[in-house]
Each structure stands twice: as structure tokens, then as C-alpha cells.
């Protein structure tokens, strides 16, 4: 039997001075190797989900553990554990990529020379030693994302999360990310990420779960979803026909 490696139990988060959940009493376990999708319209609750997971923002109520740790007990090991790509760029433009690379690194405890040579290897990957110089500043949007990327793999995470990892990039960029991915994750790492783009998700996610006003209302494997819709024949005809009913049947 696979292993589980994330379980959430009953997790909500209502913001201060909120009236509604952004997330509310949310259940869902996510198994070694998996590549997990978080789909949802604006507003759903994707960004928060991930957030509390990442430890980026504290829950209201419920429970989770990556890897059976807790940020409560063993914040440092949960933290060692995972990576987190964000949606907004994390980067620092007047360092270089290198230097943006080898500061992310060392706050995962790398040094030295084994430092400088992952970070070289992984500017090679995504088609970026010719940049490893250039300040991150000067970069096209495309290649800041995949210097976002590879700030959040360098220390190898077992898990990790990457919150609309391709928005505003260009096809070359995409397909570079997405194998990279995929690289990753025949490698064993286990993958959540969040994104608009319903065709990529079909291709890429194992498992999907579709929010909606903080709430998961349908979750299962692209096919299996596309199957319980009649006439559905894609991902964005499931989306479609649930949220047009307003997700209001589950
Ligand atoms: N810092 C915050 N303070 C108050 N409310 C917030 C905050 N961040 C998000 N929200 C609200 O929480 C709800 C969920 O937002 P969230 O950003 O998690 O959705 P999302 O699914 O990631 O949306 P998008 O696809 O637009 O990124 C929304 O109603 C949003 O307005």
C-alpha cells in the first residue's frame, strides 16, 4: 500500500475580520508520488490551503502532518521536508540566479561547494547555465519562473508545492517546467500544485480535487472525474458543469 505522506484532518481558516471560511473542515489524504491537483475558480481557497501547508499561514481549526510531522512538534523537519514554489516570485533581482539559488539553498543548511555545484546543475536543467551571472532582475517572466522553481528543489524536498507554477509564461517555458516536473516526480517526489490551466492538469495530475468557497467537492483521477460527468469529455466540461451548477449538488 502506497504511503500516505500528507493528512489533513478537518483543516478551516477564516481570516481576521472575515466573515466566511476561505477553507472549511477540508479532509484529504495525498499518497507518495502522487501528482496532486488543487482546482478551483478565483477565490476558492487554493492559495490558503497551500498556504497553511507550507506553514505560511496558521489554521483556524483542524490538523495536518507531512510526513507524520506537525508544525506544532517538528516545524524544522516538516520545514526540511518540503519545497514551496509560490505564485508571486520570491526572488532577489539584483542577485544573480546563482546567488538566488545559492541563498535559498543555504538557508536549507547547503554549503560550499556541493552548494555551487547543485545550483549550477539545476540552472543547467532548465536551460539557464548561460544566465547563472546575470542578475534575476534583467530576466523574461518565463525564466524568473524557473528560477522559482529550482530556489524550491535544490535542498531535494520530498514534497512539493507549487502554487500556479506556470501563469504568465510562454509555451517553451511551460513544457521546460512541467518536464522538469514529471522529472522530479519519477524521481519520487511528491507534487501538489494549484493552476488555472484545466488541459494541464488532465495531462500532469494523478489525482485532482476541485474547490470551491473553501470546500473540496469532487476529488478523483481526471479520467475518473470526466467519467461521472455524462457528456463530459474533458477536465474544463467537468469544471464547467460543476461550477455552473454552482457546486451546489455534492
Ligand atoms: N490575507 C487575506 N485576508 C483576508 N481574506 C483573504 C486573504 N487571502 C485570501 N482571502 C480570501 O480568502 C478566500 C480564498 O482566497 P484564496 O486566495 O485562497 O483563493 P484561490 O483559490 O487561491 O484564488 P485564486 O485562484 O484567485 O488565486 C477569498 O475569498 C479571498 O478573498
Known sequence: MSKIVIHIDSLSKKYRGSQEFAVENLSLTIVQGEIFGLLGPNGAGKTTLISMLCGLITPSEG???????????????LKASIG?????????????AKENL?????????????????????????????????????????????????????HEPAVLFL???TVGVDV??????MGYLLE???????????????????????????????????IG???????SIPQANNLEDVFIDLTGRGFRDG
Open 84 to 96: 514551496v514554489v509560490p505564485q508571486d516570485f520570491a526572488l532577489y533581482p539584483s542577485l544573480t
Open 221 to 227: 483521477s481526471p479520467e475518473a472525474l470526466i467519467a
Open 172 to 177: 517553451h517555458s511551460k513544457k521546460a517546467i
Open 184 to 218: 522530479l516526480n519519477a524521481q519520487g517526489t511528491t507534487i501538489v500544485y494549484t493552476s488555472h490551466h484545466l488541459q494541464e492538469a488532465q495531462e500532469f495530475c494523478t489525482r485532482v480535487g476541485i474547490i470551491e468557497s473553501g470546500k473540496l467537492w469532487r
Open 102 to 154: 545559492c541563498y535559498f539553498g543555504s538557508m536549507y543548511g547547503l554549503k560550499g561547494k556541493m552548494l555551487g555545484d547543485k545550483a549550477d546543475a539545476a540552472l543547467a536543467s532548465l536551460g539557464l547555465a548561460g544566465y547563472k551571472d546575470k542578475q534575476v532582475g534583467t530576466f523574461s517572466g518565463g525564466m524568473k519562473r524557473r528560477i522559482n522553481l529550482l530556489a524550491a528543489v535544490l
Open 163 to 165: 502554487d500556479e507554477p
Open 63 to 77: 490538523t495536518f502532518t507531512i510526513h507524520d510531522f506537525s508544525y506544532h512538534e517538528s516545524p524544522k523537519q
